[in-house]
């Protein structure tokens, strides 16, 4: 599309006028760019439906371009008309085509700041509808940033992977199911007893251990200290006294 687009100036006027965050500075959401931004999209879909996304870029241009002169020229002709009424010279001419149209723009007049401010004020962004549809049309994969949390959820979900595997391993050990099966009626027991019955189940143990492994435990069993072989000794008659 190289050539300016025809289209209702009339409309194009009112549907500026609809939308007071694109021409009235005086309001808080003349300050939000992402709300312009989607304000000139939608002027932009309503002038230029059936276009593909380059045209619709640049038909906002434009008619960000057209709206900027319209208003320029409204500010001129109120320059205008004030010198002729404080007697200054001016030339004879017709008042601007869209000068009553554009009477809501008088607001911005009204508020203390003079023509020439105002039109700085209001100066539209002519990038704001290209950059958002090139934005949609390409965005580059952004990198992710490996930081030092990213690392720390890695290790936790290690730690958990490892702790589900223990886990489910020890959920398929029949000896811990089978003495964790004994672990009620080992409550049972009195406190007094329990000494002597830990001592029968740890030599009921180690009389069905191979030999081997029965030797091994015998000389870790010699290498108890003094102190060690006393309390374990005083254990066993304390629990036979029981009995």
């Not at 595997?165 to 004994?182: A, G, I, M, T």
Request: hydrophobic content about 30%; some cysteine; aromatic content about 8%.
């Amino acid at each position: 599309m190289t050539t300016p687009r025809q289209y209702d100036t009339e409309l194009f006027i009112l549907e500026i006028e609809g939308r007071p965050a694109l021409w009235n500075s005086t309001l808080k959401e003349y300050s939000d760019k992402n709300l312009r931004k989607a304000m000139w999209e939608e002027i932009v879909h309503k002038f230029g439906e059936e276009l593909d996304l380059e045209e619709k870029k640049k038909l906002g241009v434009q008619l960000q371009k057209k709206w900027k002169n319209i208003r320029d020229c409204f500010f001129r002709e109120i320059r205008r008309l004030k010198n002729v009424r404080s007697g200054g010279a001016a030339p004879k001419r017709n008042t601007y085509i869209y000068f009553d149209q554009l009477q809501f723009l008088k607001v911005l007049t009204e508020c203390g700041p003079t023509a020439s401010n105002i039109e700085r004020a209001i100066e539209p962004k002519a990038a704001e509808i290209s950059e958002t549809q090139s934005s949609q049309a390409y965005r580059p994969p952004q990198k992710k940033k490996r930081t030092d949390d990213a690392v720390g959820m890695e290790m936790v979900n290690v730690l958990k992977a490892n702790i589900q595997s223990r886990e489910e391993s020890e959920r398929h050990d029949s000896d811990k199911l089978f003495l964790l099966s004994l672990l009620d009626d080992f409550k049972k027991i009195p406190h007094c007893s329990k000494s002597g019955a830990k001592i029968e189940m740890i030599n009921l143990v180690q009389k069905y251990q191979p030999p081997l492994a029965s030797s091994a435990c015998h000389s870790q069993h010699e290498t108890y200290s003094k102190p060690q072989r006393a309390a374990y000794d005083k254990a066993t008659v304390h629990s036979k006294s029981h009995h």
